[in-house]
């Protein structure tokens, strides 16, 4: 969600709701626990070494989506504010394990961009750029069209280069 209070424009993502880090940590649970069970246990030193490799690759595979989802559990959601009067952007990440804040000035960011990224249910749909800093960069995609979009992109560049007016969104 992207607001603008006089010279500020602050984005908030939204962090994932809780039963869906719950369902997601017990996906990761069982992948990393409940799925190689069986390999460990009907291994043992008579297996041929072929049959080593399959367990060993199965229990790496599934460990490592297990790992995925672990991370899927616990991302913390990012909040971006952009504050034209001081020159400077504070990002805030904030979730169940890693609260951070880091501050930028304006001056470091790279100009936003739109792009239409495609979907196969409600067609394609914008996402607004923002290069961050060190080359990362924060997507945001809550936008109901390319226009609102573009509106966004304008008042972002022009308090990125120093202009404070604003840009009607209608």
């Known amino acids: 969600m992207l607001t603008q209070d006089a010279e500020t424009i602050v984005y908030r993502e939204k962090p994932l709701p809780l039963l869906l880090r719950l369902f997601a ?6 992948l990393v626990t409940v799925v190689p069970a069986p390999f ?11 049959m080593w490799l399959l367990a060993i690759l199965c229990i ?27 020159g400077t952007a504070t990002r805030v990440l904030r979730g169940p ?4 804040s880091d501050d930028y000035r ?5 100009m936003p961009v739109v792009t239409m ?12 750029n923002l290069p961050l800093p060190g080359g990362r960069k924060v997507q945001m995609a809550c936008f109901a069209d390319r226009a609102e ?11 990125l280069s120093g202009g404070v007016g604003q840009v009607d969104i209608g």
């Open 25 to 30: 940590l017990l996906l990761a649970v069982g």
């Open 149 to 159: 979009a573009e509106c966004w992109r304008d008042r972002i560049a022009m308090l």
């Open 117 to 128: 990224r495609e979907s196969s249910d409600d067609g394609p749909f914008p996402i607004l």
């Open 60 to 86: 790496g595979f599934s460990a490592s989506v297990g790992i995925a989802f672990a991370v899927i559990a616990l991302v913390s959601a990012t909040e971006l504010r952009l504050d034209g009067r001081s």
């Open 106 to 110: 304006l001056a470091e960011f790279g």
């Open 97 to 100: 394990i890693v609260n951070r």
């Open 40 to 50: 460990v246990i009907h291994a043992d030193w008579t297996t041929p070494s072929s």
